[in-house]
Structures are given as C-alpha cells and as structure tokens.
C-alpha cells in the first residue's frame, strides 16, 4: 500500500513526594527503557534533516554535508524494533519504524505503548518511594497545551502538493467522526462540554509550515528522509492519539488508499470547502453528528457524508489493491455505517464514542454536571498507558473492545523490527552490532570501523530496501561491521539498493 510512520508525543507527570518536571520525567522514561533494553549508546544522525524546507517551494537538493551526529545520552534512544523513542521538548515520544502496511502500524505502535508502559514502571524505581509515573497516550492536558501525533506517508514526488492539499483538507476535517479521541471541553467554546477530536480547537490556517504555533491542517514540512527526487514525506500534524485499534487502522489505512487514488489520477475534483479551519471545529463540537458543513459548489455535509465520499472514490483502488486493502475498505465500510446508527453504535470502535460512553454512565451514576474535575479525570483516565488502570485497557481486557494485534506479536515488535522495510537493517544493526553503531538516523547508520580508521555511513534512501530479504545473511554471517560491509557490497546491496 505504501510506507507510514507515526509519531507520538506521551503526557507526562508524577505524583509523589518530589516535584520533577516533565522534561526530566521524559528523560527518566528513556533512560529506564535503555537499562531495561540493555541499549548500546547510539546517537541520531541529523545529516540530512531539514525541517525547514517548505513543500510549496522546488526543493534543493544540497552539496553533500558533512556528517552531523547528535551525542547519545539518555534523551535519545533509537531501538532494536527500528523505532526511536526520545525526549521531545516536554515530552517522551515513541516514533515507530517504517511500516509498509496498515496494519503493521497498528503492531508496532501498540508495541510503543507497551515500551512506554514499561519505562514508566521502571521509572518510578528510580524516583523516591511513594512516586508514581503518569503517563497518556492523548493530545491535550485539557489547560491549554496541546501535543503531537504525526503520520507520515511517503508520497511520490511527481505528486503536485497542492493536488494533495485539495483533496486531503475535507479528509481531515471530517475523520475525527471515525477516528477522533474525543475529549471534553473545548478552547473556544465554553457550550461544548465534549468533542469528537483532542486536536481540532488547536488549529488555526489551512496551509503552513509551523507545527507548535498557528497550527496548519494540512503541514507543508518537506523532509522525506528519503530520495528527495524521488518522493516527499507527507507530515500530517492533526490526527488524535488513538487507543483503538481498530480506529488506527482505518486512520492508516484509508490515507494509504486514499493518498494511491490521488497518486493514480483518476479521482474527480476535489471537494472544497467554505471554510476548512471553521469547519473542523464545527465538525468536532457535535458528538451528535448531524451537525454540517458547506463546500462551494453550495452542498452541506456532515462528517459521516463527507466520510461515504471519500471511501466510494477509494473503492476502486481497493477493490484492485491487496487483501488488506479490502480489509481497510470493509471496515471503514462498517464505521461509517455504526455511525449512521448514532455515536452507541461506535462504542468499542471509535475512542470518541466508547469514552463518551464512559462519561455519561459515570455522570448517571453520580449526578455530576457535565465539566466537573472528576468528569475530566474520566476523560483523562481513559488514556492511561497502564493496562491495570487506564480504562481503554480495562475494557480491552473486559472483551468490550476489539483488538486487531496479539500479545504474542505486539511483544515480539517491541524487540525486532518489520522485515520488508529498511527498518530491519536498522534494527538489527543496533541489535548485533551496539557498540559500533555511532548513530543512526531514519535514512541511514553510522558505523564506526575501530581501530582509528574512522567511520562510514552508510544512507538508505530507498525505505523498501534494507530488508530482511536482502540483508539477513550478510547480518548473520558478519563477525564485525568492516566483514558486514564486505558482504553487503558483494551483494551489491550498497549503495544503492541497501540504500
């Protein structure tokens, strides 16, 4: 279907007898995971980064830069299972690796949330007794700060960036009805006691390149940490932090297939809306879902029409794709359909509804008004890593939400990384080789050949190259890194195809 990685900022807080502030906090959750992993010290290659280049201008390739590696320390933390967990401002975040299918995402980002869990038992170990380690997969700490989770899907240069824009703002301004986390309360609005997204009030222009302040809908950084000629990286900042996963799922999936029509050519005009920035607001303030938006030909949508839209000119390319394809379709098929029935028949689907669901049961039982600090501790509850205590995890355990991964290979991910993208060689690079790993970054892995002799990088722009398929032998047989590349150039698998 094509390449995605998903980012995910985690709140953070702790309770007990010391005050630690969340930058330390994050960093004490990193820390715990490299004691726990037993981790070499391998640092990120920042070489190629550019997170200032802007999508709406021709990119320029530059002269070849020198090396530039970050220290490792315990802020930074790139895994055996391909991923990168670090600190990120106030933050820890999990950045899973390179998948090449929807539902590889799902296993490798809820083995993120089984790494972060861990890290945060760890953590209060290190922490004066009585500690506690509160962490969240959510997007808001219901005060006025707001955090990221970031897909990234590769998408074909030869894509114009305004075409992608035109047809992806009413996706994003219409999926929270699926896809949203739900919270309650809102930054504009003190009528809306509860929202279908944590991230819509966030969001302030249609286009631009910021991510932290006059948040965009659809984000304009142009850093593929790929072949720059060859593709471009789609970061979309607005999606929510999902527990379901089924609700991860259809997210993934239904970009991939969307993002394969545009790609192909054969979709109709895109729908444009009045007013995108208002429109996701409106469409996330009514948990009803009859609320509507206008487009500028003069028809009104709500976010479910706006949904059946985009998935009848999907069809085609599911219907021509994988079986994991149709599976996308079926289900986003479903959720559409539940949400016809009103947002009950969402409960154990959509994170919005089944938290929704919570809610008003917990207010009947207690008589509470709508914002009382217990309802928001409900909402907040709902996003607990901990699997004894969150509640998303309760009601997973209870049979009351459906999972689509196993224990078995969500444990597994946790360790390795998937075998058809150039995570693999990553992965298996820090695993077999940590001390001589010196860094690595998502399009590449710094050896360091001993000895004096100085060290080598080795880029990977390709991400459906690394494979298992075309570096488990030389990995396997290799006794040192210089004896790895040895074999991989008789492979000639750099390097350009490695890469």
Not at 85 to 109: G, M, Q
Not at 303 to 315: K, V
């Amino acid at each position: 279907m094509g390449f995605v990685g998903v980012e995910t900022e985690y709140g953070i807080a702790v309770t007990g007898p010391e005050d630690v502030h969340p930058v330390r906090a994050s960093a004490l959750l990193v820390n715990a995971h490299r004691e726990l992993a037993g981790g070499g010290d391998v640092g990120w290659d920042y070489t190629e980064e550019r997170p200032e280049r802007d999508a709406r201008a021709t990119p320029v390739r530059p002269e070849p830069p020198e090396l530039l590696v970050g220290e490792p320390g315990p802020a930074n933390l790139v895994l055996t299972n391909g991923a990168r967990f670090y600190v990120d401002h106030a933050h820890p975040e999990y950045a899973t690796p390179e998948c090449a299918s929807a539902r590889d995402l799902v296993v490798w980002d809820v083995a993120g949330e089984r790494i972060v869990e861990a890290a945060a038992r760890a953590a209060e170990r290190m922490l004066p007794e009585g500690s506690a380690v509160h962490v969240h997969k959510n997007n808001t700490d219901g005060k006025g700060a707001a955090y990221g989770t970031h897909e990234n899907y590769l998408v074909a240069r030869s894509v114009p960036f305004g075409l992608l824009t035109r047809h992806l703002l009413p996706m994003f301004v219409s999926r929270p009805v699926l896809v949203g986390a739900g919270r309650v309360g809102s930054e504009h609005d003190a009528s809306v006691h509860f929202q279908l997204s944590q991230r819509a009030d966030f969001f302030e222009v249609e286009i631009g390149l910021e991510t932290t302040v006059r948040r965009p809908i659809m984000n304009t950084r142009d850093e593929p940490h790929a072949d720059v000629d060859r593709y471009r990286r789609l970061h979309v900042i607005n999606g929510d932090a999902n527990l379901s996963e089924t609700a991860t799922f259809v997210k993934v999936g239904a970009m991939l297939l969307l993002l394969a029509a545009i790609t192909e050519g054969t979709l109709p005009e895109p729908l444009e809306l009045e007013d995108p920035v208002a429109a996701f607001r409106i469409l996330s303030h009514d948990p009803t879902l009859r609320a509507t938006v206008r487009t500028t030909d003069g028809r009104s949508w709500t976010a479910l029409d706006l949904q059946e839209e985009h998935l009848e000119r999907c069809a085609a390319v599911a219907a021509a794709g994988s079986a994991e394809d149709r599976e996308v379709l079926a289900r986003w098929s479903d959720m559409i359909a539940a949400g016809r029935e009103g947002a009950a028949a969402l409960v154990g689907l959509a994170d919005w509804a089944t938290k929704l669901d919570l809610i008003d049961a917990y207010r009947a039982r207690h008589e509470l008004p709508a914002m009382h600090d217990r309802i928001r501790m409900v909402d907040l509850q709902y996003h607990d890593v901990r699997r004894d205590k969150g509640l998303h995890h309760r009601l997973v355990a209870a049979g009351r939400i459906p999972r689509l991964t196993s224990d078995e290979e969500v444990s597994r991910a946790m360790r390795t990384p998937p075998e058809d993208t150039r995570a693999w060689f990553r992965g298996e690079c820090v695993r077999r080789f940590p001390d001589e790993v010196v860094a690595a970054g998502w399009d590449s892995v710094v050896l360091d050949l001993g000895a004096g002799r100085g060290l080598v990088r080795l880029p990977m722009p390709e991400p459906g190259s690394g494979t298992r398929a075309l570096t488990a032998d030389a990995l396997e047989a290799a006794v040192d890194v210089e004896d790895l590349l040895r074999r991989l150039e008789v492979q000639e698998t750099l390097p350009g195809q490695l890469a």
